[in-house]
Nanobody, 120 residues
Framework: QVQLVESGGGLVQPGGSLRLSCAAS????????MGWYRQGPGKQRELVAT???????NYADSVKGRFTMSRDMAKNTAYLQMNNLKPEDTAAYYC??????????????WGQGTQVTVSS
């Protein structure tokens, strides 16, 4: 079993910054991909940024130039640096990971979510 634990959410004023973290732990042989998704009030969950091993990071158009996803492979941790935050960025942010176990079977996991609220 694998656990994803997010942290770093909170209340910030428009134009401010936050850094989210997602730490993966448990039965991990390797991680194929990690990503960040968000779900705003009354909205469907949407992709924010994804990183796939051996590939580049992809971003939603709405966050390009403002958000940066990075990853510390040694710590199985992903980060989302969010700058110039806007009220429309208000959402619950979820971490996602595709993890291979010791039998090399892929499984998808989700974190519990961390709330980001952008308001003056």
């Amino acid at each position: 079993q694998v656990q994803l634990v997010e942290s770093g959410g909170g209340l910030v004023q428009p134009g401010g910054s936050l850094r989210l973290s997602c730490a993966a732990s448990g039965s991990i042989f390797s991680i194929d991909a990690m990503g960040w998704y968000r779900q705003g009030p009354g909205k469907q969950r949407e992709l924010v940024a994804t990183f796939r091993s051996g590939d580049t990071t992809n971003y939603a158009d709405s966050v390009k130039g403002r958000f940066t996803m990075s990853r510390d492979m040694a710590k199985n941790t992903a980060y989302l640096q969010m700058n110039n935050l806007k009220p429309e960025d208000t959402a619950a942010y979820y971490c996602n990971a595709v993890v291979r176990d010791i039998l090399y079977r892929p499984n998808t996991y989700w974190g519990q979510g961390t709330q980001v609220t952008v308001s003056s």
